[in-house]
């Protein structure tokens, strides 16, 4: 039977229900066919258990033999948390396979495409491309740019300020955009602020939803080390990874050691005056396998994102408010004249029962 998109259609459906669950292995789609039947589907679970492909096949039990299997990522080659995928296939007796996309990561890149040929598999590959980078784009960026994905989140009004002239901000958004945001969080490996947002909001940077899947890492950027002891996240550690980062130069005090004892993870990172290196920061991250990041920060951190060209995607939410006044989110002349001003591509628009939000990437020079 010739390739049919409907069958990989399904496959990138289901790979969304492991969107936020499975990292830091990618979230893959597969889908076992025979006689254009689906005998078995499967999606990545959790780190360390079974990836989509295997799902897949124990579901198909012994029918797989000369069936078909549609997955959206290459399958695997290599002895990690769990087998090789390919040799599994092999094993089941899967007589054709169709890929979405190659799979990057040195550790496989080819090899599991190899694998299945050399053992008289028909394998193609290149099918939905963009629209599987695009659901992968988590994943692909720590290994093509070995660095986590970083999201800007904010909320505007629609005349695009982040609170009032008094400084009040509750609520610009509505109900079904706060649940979205809380959505986002969940599949967030990491919440990352500063510690202006710390100090004047007093935030969980949690996930509230009913029943919760996970709850991200935090981060704060905190150079001189001004954290509240009596802050809602210090008084939430054991709920939640929380790092501290601060300035290199910061002396060390009680207040440190006493963070440190009560489990806050402190990394001393490279700083100009009160400005950490960001690069630095994501770097400890991506070492402590955390591969997105999103980004909820007040106006000199987003700046400072903006700046450095480390923002991969935003997420704005329009509220259905004019508010008036000073307040914009991005009140530096980074982009000085309209000739240096920030294109986005690739805009999407999603409403949230009056509410907006506005999807976009970036495009750097």
């Not at 990836?51 to 299997?69: K, M, Y």
């Not at 400072?304 to 939410?317: E, G, Q, R, T, V």
């Amino acid at each position: 039977m010739a390739y049919n998109p409907i069958f990989m259609k399904q496959a990138i459906r289901i790979a969304e229900t492991s969107r936020g669950i499975c990292s830091p292995n990618p979230f893959v789609g597969a889908v076992i066919v025979k006689d254009g039947t689906v005998i078995g589907e499967g999606s990545t679970r959790a780190y360390g258990s079974d990836h989509a492909e295997i799902i897949a096949l124990r579901q198909a039990g012994s029918a797989a033999t000369d069936a078909e299997l549609y997955v959206t990522l290459e399958p695997c080659a290599h002895f990690g948390k769990t087998p090789p995928c390919a040799n599994a296939i092999v094993a089941a007796g899967i007589r054709a396979v169709y890929i979405g996309i190659q799979d990057p990561n040195p550790l496989v890149d080819g090899k599991g495409i190899r694998i299945l040929s050399e053992h008289g598999i028909h394998v193609e590959i290149g099918f939905f491309a963009d629209r599987i980078t695009q659901q992968l784009e988590y994943y692909l960026c720590r290994i093509t740019r070995q660095r986590p994905f970083v999201i800007w989140k904010t909320a505007l009004s629609l005349d695009g300020k982040f609170c009032a002239e008094d400084g009040s901000s509750r609520w610009i958004s509505n109900a079904a955009a706060r649940a979205h945001v809380h959505h986002l969080r969940q599949e967030s490996d990491v919440v990352l602020t500063g510690i202006n947002t710390v100090i004047s909001d007093d935030p969980q940077l949690n996930v509230r939803l009913k029943q919760p899947l996970k709850q991200p890492a935090r981060a704060i950027l905190d150079p001189d080390l001004d954290i509240p002891l009596q802050s809602r996240i210090v008084d939430s550690l054991s709920a939640q990874r929380t790092y501290l980062f601060i300035s290199a130069a910061c002396l060390k005090t009680e207040k440190e050691v006493a963070l440190r004892t009560a489990g806050v993870i402190i990394h001393r990172v490279p700083a100009t005056g009160d400005k950490l290196d960001l690069h630095a920061v994501l770097q400890v991250l991506h070492e402590n396998k955390h591969y997105m990041v999103m980004l909820e920060c007040g106006t000199l951190l987003s700046e400072s994102f903006w700046a450095a060209k480390l923002i991969d995607k935003c997420m704005i939410y329009y509220g259905n408010k004019l508010v008036s006044g000073s307040n914009s989110m991005l009140r530096s002349p980074i982009f000085p004249t309209i000739d240096h001003a920030l294109e986005l591509q690739h805009i999407r628009i999603k409403r949230l029962r009056g509410n907006i939000l506005l999807t976009a990437y970036p495009i750097y020079e």
